[in-house]
């Protein structure tokens, strides 16, 4: 196999990861930036802030189904090739973190781009990879969410789902070795674009969200 078609696909699926699912939406929803508001970023939850649930839900589900349909065309035109689908997931999550759409210049005159953190976009290509992954990381997700209470958090825990999910298909013989490679690349991209987050975490500042936050405010009002 030419080594260019396989890297073209790659590339093709950072252009498919990089579409600004939330801009667009936000825009179309209230006229905002998305990039303007919190934390700047333009995932599902952020999108949440900005333009309310439907708008952050719809907003991650399109991001998944970025993931999805890079693993998914990968494996169609390389099915043989078990790497080019780890790395077209790969490219689609680095396409919605820093998207080739969203590049701009700072006040500094510095080239930057814009993006999520990832995590709806790493589902999204673990599904394409093997589709009833997500049957196991979404239920697990929404229980650490609600009981460990920090989204940054759960992001981070949806690659090493799937490391845990790929490492026993693999240790059976029913999926490629290399789709391990995949959880773990994309846990090193998620904590990356989290950085900001685990320095709050670190600080006890992060925001929090689920059963510890209620418990949090029902210990605040006694």
């Known amino acids: 196999m030419q080594v260019i078609f396989p890297l073209l696909m790659i590339l093709l699926s950072y252009v498919i990861g990089s579409t600004p699912t939330g801009p667009l939406i936000v825009k179309l929803k209230n006229g905002k930036d998305v990039r303007e508001v919190e934390s700047g970023r333009t995932g599902g939850t952020n999108v949440m802030r900005a333009a309310g649930f439907w708008a952050g839900l719809i907003t991650a589900l399109v991001d998944m189904l970025k993931g999805s349909a890079a693993v998914w ?3 169609a035109l390389f099915p043989a090739h078990p790497w080019v689908h780890v790395f077209s997931g790969l490219a689609a999550i680095l ?3 820093y998207s080739v759409y969203l590049f701009e210049r700072d006040e500094d005159g ?3 781009t814009h993006g999520g953190a990832g995590g709806a976009t790493t589902v999204g290509a673990a599904l394409g990879l093997w589709a009833p992954s997500t049957l196991i990381i ?3 997700s929404v229980l650490i969410f609600y009981f460990i209470g920090y989204a940054s958090v759960t992001t981070m825990s949806v690659a090493v789902i799937a490391i845990g999910i790929f490492a ?3 240790w059976i013989g029913a999926s490629p070795w290399v789709y391990i490679l995949y959880g773990v690349l994309a846990e090193f991209m ?5 950085r900001p987050n685990i320095r709050r975490l670190i600080e006890g500042t992060e925001r929090m969200s689920g059963f510890r936050a209620k418990r949090q405010r029902e210990k605040q009002s006694t």
């Open 73 to 75: 065309l990968a494996r």
């Open 95 to 97: 396409g919605h973190n």
């Open 168 to 170: 026993y298909r693999a």
């Open 110 to 112: 510095r080239l930057r």
């Open 138 to 140: 979404l239920p697990l």
């Open 190 to 194: 998620l904590i990356w674009a989290l």
